[in-house]
């Protein structure tokens, strides 16, 4: 995942993070409150990928699905493969860190992310950490081409604030709409850079699905594989993944047309 904090620019070399944990989380927030308080107020909906022949799971960047859809992924009996659209190479945008050897590493975690939640990766054409919005007919056909009648496509909001996960959300629908598959949408940065009024306003709402234990375990366990974004790449220098971040994904969330923009 990208940090939206950071603008773009190019990155040389990888310092090995310290070996700690993540610092603990800030105060809550009042928008933390908010949802906290709007959620709670929520029924949990059944699994959206129940039933699927097998889940066909997108990411603009490697992590993306991990935070955003990481106990559904957990907790699918059946096949579930992964693509991500981008290496996330630009995520140390201004940075001195040599932009190939960060996309080489965040693969490596995204691999073994998957891994831990029980999916096999896919190894497809993949466009440059920024683009995909300019790419977004081609990136619709490459998921047309991987589609097999019975999928479910899970892919990032196409609200969601990042350009790149909105573009990969578009290509998805698209896409998930020409193969006749149904398309479940997962947030990421929504929850911690949004309100839930913020979000209501796109016409969508971000209501929570039901998970076990064991999921969410896998999923705590897959999110800990991508030391890149949780801990800093030198002294000094902030997680790309704010601590905080994982406060805003108490369960999992799932995008949702609202009745009530």
Do not use: F, K
């Amino acid at each position: 995942m990208t940090d939206l904090s950071v603008p773009p620019s190019r990155v040389r070399h990888r310092v090995a993070p310290p070996a700690t944990a993540a610092p603990a989380g800030p105060p809550t927030s009042p928008r933390l409150r908010a949802w906290e308080e709007r959620l709670a107020r929520m029924e949990a909906r059944p699994d959206p990928l129940a039933g699927a022949a097998r889940v066909l799971v997108v990411s603009a960047h490697p992590d993306d699905e991990t935070l955003g859809a990481g106990r559904l992924i957990a907790g699918h009996v059946g096949p579930v493969v992964a693509l991500t659209l981008t290496a996330g190479e630009s995520c140390l945008a201004g940075r001195d860190v040599d932009i190939m050897d960060v996309g080489v590493l965040r693969l490596a975690e995204w691999r073994s992310a998957l891994a831990d939640l029980g999916a096999d990766t896919l190894d497809t054409p993949r466009w440059e950490d920024g683009t995909l919005a300019e790419n977004e007919v081609d990136v619709a056909r490459l998921l047309l081409r991987t589609l097999l009648p019975g999928d479910v496509l899970l892919a990032p909001w196409s609200e969601d604030p990042h350009a790149d996960h909105r573009a990969a959300g578009r290509a998805a629908r698209e896409a998930g709409e020409a193969a006749g598959v149904t398309v479940v949408e997962y947030p990421v940065w929504a929850p911690y850079l949004r309100t839930p009024h913020e979000v209501q306003e796109t016409g969508h709402m971000l209501v929570p699905v039901e998970s076990t234990a064991e999921a969410s375990l896998a999923w705590r366990r897959a999110i800990g594989r991508y030391l890149s974004q949780l801990q800093p790449w030198h002294p000094g220098w902030a997680p790309l993944v704010p601590a905080d971040l994982l406060r805003h994904h108490p369960i999992q969330l799932v995008a949702e047309e609202s009745s009530h923009p």
